[in-house]
């Protein structure tokens, strides 16, 4: 019997993204609105980020809210997931996409224990805990898919404080997901993506020499996009990927890892 529903259908569910002003995060969140679903979009400084990925949500018919809250505050944690289902007495999926940009402003020129103090703050703490706090809402529901972002050099590692740094809170992320996964199993699924070399501002803007270290380690060639991930995301969402939990999706084209 064949099925008129589409492909990776979203249609009926409710899902959060956090960090959704811009990048992945915005990307993920427009993804899941071409699918059918509606949007709690997270932020946290960028409010016109956020403003600009809800007129882009409504714009493509789905219902959307808003929410702000500071990762850096473990108070807040609770304020958002309260304030989440608060919104949607049942909500569907679950994105912990929001991280530090260690990259690009000011944060490059902090001290390499601030770095490593934001990273887990936000990063690792942040994920944790709204993962939990989500998972418990979820497993009670009897149902629920929890998505997080890992890093596809990890486990293999990168040269410099920002790989080591990197590595550190992305391997947290994904041993934590495979974990949580197990603990939350039947009812909750709960995978990570992992991306590779993927084209956000800090990609726009470097130099010759990184372009040229993507296209070597990369065999397809080319950056990733953050529409690459969202794709991914979308399709872990939905009933597609109904038998896949506590794995590591690697989204980087091909590299060695």
Known sequence: MTSNKPFASLYDRCAVVTGASSGIGQAIALELARGGADLILHYNCNRIGIEKTASQVRELGRV???IQADLSDAVQYAQLVNGAFDLHQTLDIWVNNAGVDLLTGEAPEWPYLKKLEKLFEIDVRGTIALSKAVGT??????SGVILNIGWDQAERGMEGDSGELFAAAKNAIMGFSRSLAVSLAP?????????????????????????????QETPLKRWGTPEDIANLIRFLASDEASYLTGQIYYANGGAER
């Open 137 to 142: 809402r979820f497993y009670a529901q009897q």
């Open 64 to 66: 959307v809210h808003i």
């Open 187 to 215: 009812h909750v699924r709960v995978n990570c993506v992992a991306p590779g070399w993927i084209r956000t501002a800090w990609g726009e803007n470097v130099g010759d020499a990184w372009q040229q270290r993507v296209m």
